[in-house]
Every structure is written in C-alpha cells, then in structure tokens.
C-alpha cells in the first residue's frame, strides 16, 4: 500500500448509527488532517494532528470525534448525525511544519449520506 | 475572515488554448500557494506550489504570484480534454507553517 488510504470509501448511515472513518497514510507523515467537502462550498478544515497530538478543532460540531493513536493512522467517529453531514470526508498528510511547503497529500476520501 | 475566492466557472476553452485560472485571497501573512486538480468522483491532486513573487513553470503549467495584490494564477498551455476537471486554489492560513485553506474551486472543461 502506498500514499493515503481512507476505508470505507462510501458509507450510508442512520441518523441514530455510530460508524468510523479510517484514514492510513504510508508516506512516514507526522501530521494529518480531516478535511470534510461538501457541494457549492470550499474544502472545510475540521482537525490537525501533529505527532498524534491534536492542534486544530476548527469548531466542529461534538457529532464528530476524531482519533490519532499514532503518526500513522487517524479516525472520525461519527454519532447522531444529521442529513446535512453528507458530504465527501477527506484524509491527507504532510509532514510536521513541510505542509505549508509542500502541500498535502489526499487520500481518495469517503463519500457519507446520512438518512 | 478566511477567504480564498474563485470563479466557479465553468471556463470553456478550446483544446490547444490557454486556460487561465485565478485565485485571490485575504490573508496578508500567506507564504505557500497550491494548486490542485480534482477530477469528479476523485480527491485532490497537488500540481503546482509557489512561493515567490513571479512565474513558476512546469511542464504545460504556469503558476504566477503577486503578493502585493494577493493574487495568484495557473495557466494551462496547448489545454487537453484530459485536464478538464475542477482546480482548487490553496494558500496558508496564519504564516509559513499554517495549514492550508481552500477556495471553492474553478471547473475547466475543455471542449475537443
């Protein structure tokens, strides 16, 4: 497995459901991000792990739980969500402080409807 | 207020012909410009970053940057059916190590 690996790559879920979105980079990147994409409206940033430690939570809804047990692997919790969370969620890495360099790599994200 | 603006588009243009996109933003303290491309149905695809004022070329891509206007471009030479597709422009928010903020993306389609 090379780059940015996100599972599952759609997911359909109850507005009562709790699922999870994983995110697996193969790059040796210390720092990830959650990026939520949704139509008419501009990549969203929604957390920054650096060194498994989070650094951003860009006001978002406590629906969403994020989780980093390591440089290497991020999840987002989802409960009790609403239609209006359909989006596309988008995983991307870079390298601690190189980000802002070099720019991020994505993964191929996952597609969420909420009904 | 954190703002990256872009025409949504659609650009047409003909295949072989420039297509010029342009990205402006709000934040003074910006360092780092990206450009992705984005094919629908796909993630982001980094293809061109600059840092300095001025033109940076890469193959068929011309990256351009005007600090002082806040101002960056990318120019598509001899344009492809093939790069039709959205272009995302993304700077750093808040300095030379901040993360990166998108505008909402420019749809180029390129008519054979």
């Known amino acids: 497995e090379t780059g940015v690996t996100q599972t599952p790559r759609h997911l359909v879920m109850g507005m009562t459901n709790k699922k999870s979105l994983k995110c697996e980079q193969h790059?040796?990147?210390?720092?990830m991000y959650w990026y939520k994409q949704s139509a008419k409206k501009p990549l969203e940033l929604m957390f920054v792990y650096n060194f498994k430690e989070q650094t951003e939570n860009n006001s978002v809804p406590s629906r969403f739980s994020p989780e980093c047990p390591n440089s290497s692997h991020l999840f987002l919790h989802l409960h009790t969500l609403q239609p209006e969370d359909s989006a596309l969620y988008l995983c991307?890495?870079?390298?601690?402080?190189?980000?802002?360099?070099?720019?991020?790599?994505f993964g191929s994200g996952t597609r969420l409807t909420v009904v | 207020q954190k703002e990256v603006e872009q025409n949504s588009g659609p650009l047409s243009v003909p295949e072989g012909a420039i297509a010029s996109l342009n990205c402006t933003y709000s934040d003074r303290g910006s360092q780092s410009f990206f450009w992705y491309r984005q094919y629908s149905g796909k993630s982001p695809e980094l293809i061109m970053f600059i840092y300095s004022n001025g033109d940076k070329e890469d193959g068929r891509f011309t990256a351009q940057l005007n600090k002082a206007s806040q101002y960056v471009s990318l120019l598509i030479r001899d344009s492809q059916p093939s790069d039709s597709a959205t272009y995302l422009c993304a700077v750093t928010w808040g300095g030379s190590q901040g993360n990166l903020i998108f505008g909402k993306g420019t749809k180029l389609s390129v008519k054979p």
């Open positions: 790059l040796g990147h210390n720092a």
């Open positions: 991307a890495s870079s390298q601690d402080g190189q980000g802002a360099y070099y720019g991020y790599t």
